[in-house]
Structure formats: C-alpha cells, structure tokens
C-alpha cells in the first residue's frame, strides 16, 4: 500500500475558523488530489495538484484553499469553515509512473463543523 | 469527457452468494477502467484494474473484464463473505488531459448477511 496518512483524522471546529487538513506522502508521486466523500455526492474533487507550487481547482473548490510546498506534503485550508464544510475528507496520490492513472488514497478525516 | 454508470445499491446477498456489481462507461479510446472498495470507516482502496480491452482484472476473489464491446467493466465474486460488505466504486480516468483525474461511479453498497 502506499504511504500516505492525513492530519488529524478527526476534528470539530465552529463555524468561521480557518481549519488547515494534511495530507503527507512518502511514495514520491506527482499528482495530489483532495476530495470530499457525502452521503448522495459520492466522491467530489475539491482542488489538485500537479507539482510542487503547481494546484488548480476540482469541481468544488470554494471556500477551499490549498498548497503544495514540498512534493510529499499537500496542505488543505477551510477559509472560514461553514456547516456544509462538515464531511470526510480523503487525500490521493497518482503518477509515480507515467500513464499510471490509478490513485492511491488516505485514510480520511472526519471534520465536523458546528 | 469519460463517465461511467453504476448500478445502484443497497445489495444484500446471504454468504457464499454469487456477486455481480455492473458497471458501464463512456469513454474516447480506451483509458484503464478500475473498481475500488472502501470498507467501513476507512479510505478508498484498489481492488482490480485492466489496462486494455479484453484484459481480466482479479485480485481476492474478485474478477471484472474489460468490454468494449458492450463498454462494461461489471465486478463478479463467485462466494462472498461477510467480510466483502464495504461500497464499491467504479472508476476511469477523467479524459485525456495530463491531470491524471479520475471519474467515479456513485457506489454500490454492499452487505452480506451470514
């Protein structure tokens, strides 16, 4: 399985905060993705990132911010968190290989906001 | 771009029961298609992929064929467990675009009752 794990795996947090999710690699891939997981949304692309500095936006990006200083860290920044933020997280990794399309994801964060 | 269509679930079979989750998609050329089994409470895991038509995917009793001539990649178990109950997802990539995205089904729940 590949190395990747998410911080912190659980987190409760009030409306207007800014809240910063992790999600650190160690298999040297390329491609980063994070997506949010609800019950009748399936999975939903929030941003991704192609490279080091290199990000562009999924199909629900806002309120959502993210960076990518170092190839294994992708960071995910809830501006000002709102209730309809509260939802699972998943971080995913791709493309150690060219033409590998298959992602490899984290294990998750719940984040609920109140 | 590509899409793909899932059956929808919930499924609940009995144990030992034969399993089939289909799965059909649209798609320019012929990308990898992949199944993905997320487990209660965890992240998404890869379960099987098939690079070209008519390749077999397989791995821990599960087998799904690349079609193209019906453009279906269905998941099939000959005998499942208990411990197959977990959501699956039907995935291929996005489009032809260098992002390396993926585009998932909604899901298939699956329980298995003893």
């Known amino acids: 399985d590949a190395g990747i794990t998410q911080s912190p795996r659980h987190k409760v947090t009030e409306t207007g905060t800014p809240v910063t999710l992790r999600c650190h690699q160690t298999e040297n891939h390329r491609y980063m993705y994070w997506y949010r997981q609800d019950p009748g949304h399936g999975l939903r692309l929030i941003h991704y990132s192609y490279g080091v500095k290199d990000t562009d936006k999924g199909e629900v990006s806002d309120g959502y911010s993210v960076s990518r200083s170092k190839t294994e860290d992708f960071l995910l920044t809830l501006e000002s968190a709102t209730s309809s933020q509260t939802s699972v997280y998943f971080c995913?990794?791709?493309?150690?290989?060219?033409?590998?399309?298959?992602?490899?994801f984290g294990p998750g964060t719940r984040l609920t906001v109140t | 771009g590509n899409s793909v269509t899932q059956m929808e679930g919930p499924v609940t079979l009995s144990e030992e029961a034969f399993l089939t989750i289909n799965c059909t998609y649209t798609?320019?050329?012929?990308?990898?298609l992949f199944w993905y089994v997320q487990y209660p409470g965890e992240g998404l895991q890869l379960l099987l992929k098939?690079?070209?038509?008519?390749d077999k995917g397989s791995n821990k009793g599960f087998e799904a064929t690349y079609r193209k001539e019906t453009t279906s990649f269905h998941l099939e178990k000959g005998s499942v467990q208990v411990s197959d109950s977990a959501v699956y997802f039907c995935?291929?990539?996005?489009?032809?675009?260098?992002?390396?995205?993926?585009?998932f089904g909604k899901g298939t729940k699956l329980s298995v009752i003893p």
């Open positions: 798609a320019t050329g012929y990308p990898s």
């Open positions: 995935a291929l990539p996005r489009d032809g675009a260098g992002s390396y995205q993926l585009t």
């Open positions: 098939a690079t070209k038509a008519d």
């Open positions: 995913a990794i791709s493309g150690r290989t060219s033409g590998s399309y298959e992602q490899y």
